[in-house]
């Protein structure tokens, strides 16, 4: 009879596989990436790995959900270290979150994994981790003070046409950050007080 793990082992194995998924997410992608190889790098068996997440797709979207709060943490950062006024706090903060997605290097996995994770997982779990960086941008845009001179909903959804310009960010090349950073600039020299 196989002996339960301790909490220690536990965590252990969950930091590993969360590592694995990590990487395969950026080389490989969550639908190239077979069960058997995350299993593997972490020493656990297939059956074991349901005793830490019910599907794959669960983990990788757990994946997606640490990187969404490590751009959060860059946003927030760079809003601390900021003392100019509003308008240049905002754009730095939105700017230092696209930044840490490239920096990441998850564009890639935004624009064609996430949406497949939010086609398999079934409910509305995966599909609120679609835009969820955009809301999560706007609230810590709110929570710094910001205020804006136009409704929610379209600050909102001018925060996600710009979140979904990074995931077109090898198609532009190299004039994709002056160009995000004039588009940002102008955003919120347009709406924000």
């Known amino acids: 009879m196989a002996q339960p793990f301790t909490a220690q082992q536990r965590e252990a194995i969950?930091?590993?596989?969360?590592?694995?998924a990590c990487r395969h997410a950026i080389d490989d992608g969550p639908e190239r990436t077979s069960l058997d190889t995350l299993t593997s790098e972490a020493g656990i068996s297939k059956s074991s790995f349901y005793k830490f997440?019910?599907?794959?797709?669960?983990?990788?979207?757990?994946?997606?959900?640490?990187?969404?709060?490590?751009?959060?943490?860059?946003?927030?950062?760079?809003?601390?270290?900021?003392?100019?006024?509003?308008?240049?706090?905002?754009?730095?903060?939105?700017?230092?979150?696209?930044e840490e997605i490239h920096r990441l290097g998850i564009a890639r996995f935004l624009r064609e994994d996430l949406p497949q994770l939010a086609a398999i997982i079934p409910g509305q779990e995966a599909k609120a981790h679609y835009l969820a960086s955009s809301r999560s941008?706007?609230?810590?845009?709110?929570?710094?003070?910001?205020?804006?001179a136009a409704p929610d909903d379209v600050v909102l959804s001018v925060i996600?046409?710009?979140?979904?310009?990074?995931?077109?960010?090898?198609?532009?090349?190299?004039?994709?950050?002056?160009?995000?950073?004039?588009?940002?600039?102008?955003?919120?020299?347009?709406?924000?007080?």
Do not use: H
């Not at 490590?70 to 730095?92: H, I, N, P, W, Y």
């Open 14 to 20: 969950r930091a590993s596989l969360l590592e694995s």
């Open 53 to 98: 997440y019910d599907s794959k797709e669960l983990l990788f979207l757990e994946v997606a959900a640490r990187w969404e709060q490590q751009v959060l943490q860059k946003a927030v950062e760079t809003l601390s270290r900021s003392d100019s006024g509003s308008k240049e706090r905002a754009a730095a903060m939105v700017l230092s979150c696209f």
């Open 137 to 148: 941008i706007f609230e810590a845009l709110c929570a710094a003070g910001i205020r804006f």
């Open 160 to 193: 996600q046409v710009l979140y979904l310009s990074i995931l077109n960010i090898q198609d532009i090349g190299e004039a994709f950050f002056p160009a995000l950073r004039v588009l940002v600039q102008s955003a919120c020299d347009k709406l924000v007080v």
